[in-house]
Nanobody, 123 residues
Framework: QVQLVESGGGSVQAGGSLRLSCAAS????????MAWFRQAPGKEREFVRG????????WYADSEKARFTIYRDNAKNTVYLQTNSLKPEDTAVYYC????????????????WGQGTQVTVSL
């Protein structure tokens, strides 16, 4: 059974940082492209960052997300999202996802999803 379990969310003041983790079981992250999405209340799910199977390539949909860093540790079967300079508008549930396509930004391109971890940023 495939499971992606996110952790590391929480409440932080604006300007702070959080490191989100996505631990996988039942699949090897090394053979998937991995990504982070987020969904704020009342808004559509939004792509944040993606990383290739090898980890040599990362991508984002808009430059505003460049302050977030995605990286992976295939030995630990885990993918991370380092979020820096957080703003109140970054408040959302953050999800990790696994898929077979490279450089995909659409949610439909990903096959497996975690349950999400809440990030709340206050002034």
């Amino acid at each position: 059974q495939v499971q992606l379990v996110e952790s590391g969310g929480g409440s932080v003041q604006a300007g702070g940082s959080l490191r989100l983790s996505c631990a996988a079981s039942g699949l090897a992250v090394s053979i998937y492209s991995m990504a982070w999405f987020r969904q704020a209340p009342g808004k559509e799910r939004e792509f944040v960052r993606g990383i290739s199977k090898s980890g040599s390539s990362t991508w984002y949909a808009d430059s505003e997300k460049a302050r977030f860093t995605i990286y992976r540790d295939n030995a630990k079967n885990t993918v991370y999202l380092q979020t820096n300079s957080l703003k109140p508008e970054d408040t959302a549930v953050y999800y990790c996802a696994a898929g077979s396509l490279n450089r995909a930004t659409e949610g439909d391109s990903y096959d497996y999803w975690g349950q999400g971890t809440q990030v709340t940023v206050s002034l």
